[in-house]
């Protein structure tokens, strides 16, 4: 069974528009929740985390929401760019700390010039 | 700045021989860890290492091992290999409570 489901497995947006990756959890255990991504034969490179204190937190193009009592995450970029084109995990781990994580299968994210 | 290094990129093996994957980082990381990413699958955690002289299981440890006698080198080791081996291996290195950092993976195939 999937702790964390990303249930969309691609995505395509126009250059400049927001996109909209979701991702969904089953254990009420899991308090911190990572983004990465991953470029074609690259190793997956972290994006934004989120703490389950907060529901929000930004960097830059990129923001994450938390609704805890819907289990469900999102990121958002805006404005996308041609370069955000890549593959987005979500991942989650339990017990305030950072390792044993377990990743959602991911969605390929397209970004049309 | 290497970063965490991953040796060899590609390598194909035959059923039942043995082979270990490499990787070293550089930046004194306490943590790492192996995951295996099958074709449209997240990552599932290997193994994990908190520190040199300790490490423990993840989520599909099976047909694995691994030893921690540095702080910058984790081998995954494969000893007798089985189709079901086949995928790609990442391995990561965090400090305590923060993001991993990967490496760019090695594709094994057993054929």
Not at chain 1, 97 to 106: Q, T
Not at chain 2, 22 to 32: A, I, K, R, V
Request: hydrophobic share 30%; glycine share 8%.
């Amino acid at each position: 069974d999937q702790q964390v489901k990303q249930n969309s497995p691609s995505l395509s947006v126009q250059e400049g528009r927001i996109s909209i990756l979701n991702c969904d959890y089953t254990n009420s255990m899991f308090d911190y929740f990572l983004w990465y991504k991953k470029y074609p034969a690259e190793g997956p490179t972290f994006l934004i985390s989120i703490s389950s204190i907060k529901d929000k937190n930004e960097d830059g193009r990129f923001t994450v929401f938390l609704n805890k009592s819907a289990k469900h995450l999102s990121l958002h970029i805006v404005p996308s760019q041609p370069g955000d084109s890549a593959v987005y995990f979500c991942a989650a781990s339990g017990e305030g700390g950072s390792e044993k994580l377990v990743f959602g299968k991911g969605t390929k994210l397209t970004v049309n010039p | 700045n290497a970063g965490v290094t991953q040796t060899p990129k590609f390598r194909i093996l035959k059923i039942g021989q043995s082979m270990t994957l490499q990787c070293t980082q550089d930046m004194n990381h306490n943590y790492m860890y192996w995951y295996r990413q099958d074709p449209g699958m997240g990552l599932k955690l290997i193994y994990y290492s908190v520190g040199a002289g300790i490490t423990d299981k993840g989520e599909v440890p099976n047909g694995y091992n691994v030893s921690r006698s540095t702080t910058e080198d984790f081998p995954l080791r494969l000893e007798l290999a089985a189709p079901s081996q086949t995928s790609v291996y990442f391995c990561a290195s965090s400090y305590p409570s923060e993001p991993q950092h990967f490496g760019d993976g090695t594709r094994l195939s057993i054929l």
